[in-house]
């Protein structure tokens, strides 16, 4: 039986896929692996089911990706979250721009999100 999924998860080898018939632990096809088809978590997959009890599977192909992130790997995105600190410890803006221009790159929805703002008197929250 064979069926559609999305790999949830990326473990060294072996992945964990989400599918319509419960979680199934996948390992690649070798042909896969041969063809340095790199399977990442968000990747749409056809599952070859081997085991029932317990769920296991074969990934036997990969879909076309929508959009991909190196670092971390990632697939299929449409929006993608920043969460940092503004102090303690005070945030990285190297980090923050690179973050900035990789989810414009691949046109992604950029969502910041700031923790700790409670830490900063007024004049540093004004500043930023």
């Known amino acids: 039986m064979t069926l559609r999924g999305r790999v949830i998860e990326e473990q060294k080898s072996y992945f964990t896929v989400d599918t319509e018939e419960g979680t199934f632990r ?3 096809r070798g042909i896969l692996k041969k063809n340095k088809v790199r399977i990442c978590t968000g990747d749409l997959v056809n599952l ?3 085991n029932q009890v317990p769920p296991e599977g074969i990934i036997s192909s990969v879909y076309e990706r929508s959009s991909y992130l190196k670092r971390p790997a990632v697939a299929n995105l449409s929006q993608v979250f920043f ?3 503004l102090s303690c410890p005070p ?3 190297e980090a923050l ?3 900035l221009f990789s989810a414009e790159a691949y046109h992604l ?3 910041l999100v700031f923790n700790k703002t409670d830490l ?3 004049s540093d929250f004004e500043k930023l």
């Open 48 to 50: 070859e089911v081997t």
């Open 83 to 85: 969460i940092t600190t």
């Open 109 to 111: 929805r950029a969502i």
């Open 97 to 99: 721009d690179r973050f």
């Open 91 to 93: 945030i990285d803006f």
């Open 120 to 122: 900063l008197s007024g």
């Open 26 to 28: 996948a390992s690649s």
